[in-house]
């Protein structure tokens, strides 16, 4: 049976159809393995979270498919793969609903200061704070995507259905397709920017002070995509001063750090940032979605270990 290593936490389920395809070795939890100790065995690698990179596929000679469980692939040396013959897949699509949802989970919070109003009632302040506690609805306003990908669509289709204008800016769509316009003039009109593109070397810090500085004042800004879009350090400076009337990240430049203190890489201040709300990368963690992204990764990973080319391949390792 050809070995398969999961990374780190998947849903039951993967891993009840990854042990069809072969054994499973798990690197997380209680029975965790470590990586080097089997990775001059490993067939397939089932990655959630971690990068993988040219030194790791070196150290294994029977690797064939990096499967990303979800959508982004940033975190995998393909290039690399490519020259050792090895696939990298990923799950276009599976978990967009869950991520889509989560948007507008962020941005109603955010609209209707529910965190702030949450934390002020659990401090045993009922009335006293209520006048600031004033929020905007969403019906009139305009929701900008930046990238209009499966999730674009489905967070254009929520916006439209609460009463919100959409326009879209992405190079891939028609310029004769209604609401699509320039970068210049999504972040010009926008009341809520919602991000929506891989991270690239073009789009890295694609939200800088620049960039916000041409925002409405009291726009928000949403980022469920990849944490290297935002210029944290900006942003921080712009919810501050008021430039901006709110955030929600999904997604950080650094990851897996103390929520509690000051962010490691000292850009954003998570306590003193009233007007932030931070998720640890978990818009796309429903049941179903997980359920979803997971057989689809074990789809990829069967294919490849029986000879055929996965449906998501990110790669031509074998020039077919």
Not at 61 to 77: C, E, K, N, S, W
Not at 296 to 319: H, K, W, Y
Request: overall charge negative; glycine content about 10%; proline content about 5%.
């Amino acid at each position: 049976m050809p070995l398969i290593y999961v990374t780190s936490t998947v849903h039951a389920d993967t891993l009840a159809h990854a042990a069809r395809v072969g054994d499973v070795v798990l690197g997380y939890g209680p029975d965790a393995v470590p990586f080097a100790e089997v990775q001059d065995r490993v067939d397939a690698v089932l990655l959630r979270a971690g990068a993988f990179g040219a030194a790791q596929m070196d150290a294994c000679p029977r690797l064939r498919i990096v499967a990303r469980h979800g959508a982004g692939f940033d975190t995998v040396d393909i290039p690399a793969a490519t020259a050792r013959g090895i696939w990298v897949t990923n799950t276009p699509g599976a978990n967009s609903r869950a991520v889509a949802e989560h948007v507008f989970a962020l941005v109603l919070s955010l609209a209707r200061k529910l965190d702030i109003a949450s934390a002020q009632t659990r401090g045993g302040a009922w009335s006293e704070h209520r006048a600031a506690l004033n929020g905007a609805e969403l019906h009139g306003r305009t929701l900008g995507l930046l990238g209009q990908g499966t999730i674009g669509r489905i967070v254009s289709d929520v916006g439209r259905a609460l009463g919100m204008t959409v326009l879209v800016c992405d190079p891939a769509a028609d310029p004769a397709q209604a609401g699509v316009v320039t970068f210049d003039r999504l972040l010009a009109e926008a009341d809520v920017l919602s991000l929506h593109v891989p991270l690239l070397p073009s789009t890295r810090h694609i939200i800088d002070a620049q960039a916000i500085a041409a925002m409405k004042t009291g726009a928000i800004l949403i980022n469920t995509g990849r944490g290297g879009l935002v210029d944290e350090e900006a942003l921080a400076q712009a919810l501050i001063s008021g430039k901006l009337g709110g955030a929600g990240l999904d997604v950080l430049e650094a990851e897996n750090t103390d929520m509690i203190a000051p962010m490691a890489h000292n850009r954003l201040d998570i306590a003193g940032l009233p007007n932030l709300i931070v998720t640890p990368h978990v818009a796309g963690q429903t049941d179903e979605a997980l359920i979803r992204v997971g057989q689809a990764t074990v789809a990829q990973i069967a294919t490849a270990l029986s000879g055929g080319r996965p449906e998501f391949a990110l790669n031509d390792p074998a020039g077919r």
